[in-house]
């Protein structure tokens, strides 16, 4: 019998401005088989004066254990269990800054949950930032979602053919937080592999100094 909140109880790291003296909180989630200790790698790259960066650790290093796009109900408990873990992180980050500063980054399977969660959770955030990933679901998921983003800026960017990311999938992930009310900036690079290079990291930044602003 599978746990029914696994990511429930793993912790999470942080590094940065203590939470309590930071203007702008980051919250991190890492790709299938890291950890929040490599996704804070990223803080060194960014704009971290007053910044607090939040990663929560999934359990067995996996948010979900199929693809993002197989069926929702294929992922569960896990599915449900990671947007909940990021659901309590991000309500401790906006409880010390206010949404608007909060600015969520994900990569790869992090990204994902990160779009999705956002999708669900439509509110004015300080950002979303999503490395190699997309909204989650099968082809032909209903997207209704409620809310509005309200101008919250996003950065979506992948490789053009990239083995775990259909394009297509970055497409609708921009339609989809653009009908909530978004102010998405998507990019396609021909030669970026699955991975994050300097110019996504630059976009990253200045969604951070403008939730800094």
């Not at 009908?179 to 990019?187: Q, R």
Request: overall charge negative; some cysteine; aromatic content about 6%.
């Amino acid at each position: 019998m599978s746990q029914p909140d696994p990511h429930g109880d793993t912790p999470v790291e942080t590094v940065g401005t203590p939470l309590d003296e930071a203007d702008v909180a980051v919250v991190m989630t890492h790709g299938r088989g890291a950890t929040a200790f490599g996704m804070l790698q990223f803080a060194s790259e960014l704009p971290n004066e007053g910044v607090a960066f939040l990663a929560p650790q999934a359990a067995n290093n996996t948010w979900y254990p199929q693809s993002f796009m197989a069926p929702m109900e294929n992922n569960q408990p896990w599915l449900d269990s990671a947007l909940a873990k990021v659901g309590d992180v991000v309500a401790e980050a906006a409880e010390a800054v206010g949404h608007e500063h909060v600015v969520l980054l994900g990569f790869s399977q992090g990204a994902c949950l990160a779009s999705e969660f956002v999708a669900r959770n439509a509110r004015e955030y300080g950002g979303l930032v999503a490395f190699s990933g997309g909204v989650i679901g099968p082809e032909g998921t209903a997207r209704e979602y409620d809310g509005t983003l309200d101008d919250t800026p996003v950065f979506v960017g992948c490789d053009a053919n990239d083995p775990h990311i259909p394009k297509s999938r970055v497409h609708e992930t921009t339609e989809v937080l653009e009908a909530l009310g978004a102010d998405v900036t998507e990019k396609i690079y021909p030669d970026l592999g699955h991975g994050v290079n300097d110019e996504e990291l630059e976009h990253a930044a200045e969604i951070i100094r403008t939730a800094l602003a």
